[in-house]
Every structure is written in structure tokens, then in C-alpha cells.
């Protein structure tokens, strides 16, 4: 069983900047198997995709509201998937989790992803 376990967050200000950190464990496969992902749940709110990044690192992709502010990097040597986050804002703030799949179209939908990390709190408040 593939574990996952988040790290990272925490309170920032307005425009401000944090980097999580996904380490992966576990699992029949290595990390550079599985497509990862960042998904984000606010109160209230349901789950959505944030970005994801294939297998090799050939690929990756962002929700609208992120573009231009968040980068998603894996260095798969030391099965760690990463999310900077710059320029945050008020509504950034929500419990972001990293997901593993192994379907290599899984992209931002979080039915397609198999394993799924506790989350890590971020909120962006001034």
C-alpha cells in the first residue's frame, strides 16, 4: 500500500509564499510509477484539482485559479512530489492533499487517483 503523507503548510499573509512537500512510501511500485497530484478542499467546498504532473515529470497541469502561481515539481530519486505556491490568496486557503494514480490520463479528476495522503492545512489570511 502506497502511503502518503503531506507537509508544508501553514498561515501566511496575503501575496505570500509556502512549498508543500509529498513524501511517498510503501507500495509495490516506486513513486515514478504513479501520475501525482494536488487537490484542495475548503470548507464547505468540495474537493478540486490543483495540478498534477505525470510519471516522468514530461507533463503537468493547473486549475485555472492557480496558473501563473503554483508549480508542481517530483524529484522521484527521493520519492517527493512538491507544490510551490506563491502569491497566495484568501481563497487558496483549504486542506491540500497529494494523490498517487496509475492511470496515466488521471489528470484533475480525483476519482482516477488510488491513493490519497491526510492533507496538510494552509490558509492564507492577513
Known amino acids: 500500500q502506497l502511503q502518503l503523507v503531506e507537509s508544508g503548510g501553514g498561515s501566511v499573509q496575503p501575496g505570500g509564499s509556502l512549498r508543500l512537500s509529498c513524501g511517498a512510501s510503501?507500495?509495490?511500485?516506486?513513486?515514478?510509477?504513479?501520475?501525482m497530484g494536488w487537490f484542495r478542499q475548503a470548507p464547505g467546498k468540495e474537493r478540486e484539482g490543483v495540478s498534477w504532473i505525470s510519471s516522468g515529470s514530461e507533463s503537468t497541469n493547473y486549475a485555472d485559479s492557480v496558473k501563473g502561481r503554483f508549480t508542481i515539481s517530483r524529484d522521484n530519486a527521493k520519492n517527493t512530489v512538491y507544490l510551490q505556491m506563491n502569491g497566495l490568496k484568501p481563497e487558496d486557503t483549504a486542506i491540500y492533499y497529494c494523490?498517487?494514480?496509475?492511470?496515466?490520463?488521471?489528470?484533475?479528476?480525483?476519482?482516477?487517483?488510488?491513493?490519497w495522503g491526510q492533507g496538510t492545512q494552509v490558509t492564507v489570511s492577513s
Open positions: 510503501g507500495g509495490t511500485f516506486a513513486l515514478d510509477f504513479y501520475v
Open positions: 494523490a498517487a494514480s496509475a492511470w496515466a490520463r488521471a489528470g484533475l479528476n480525483s476519482a482516477s487517483y488510488d491513493y
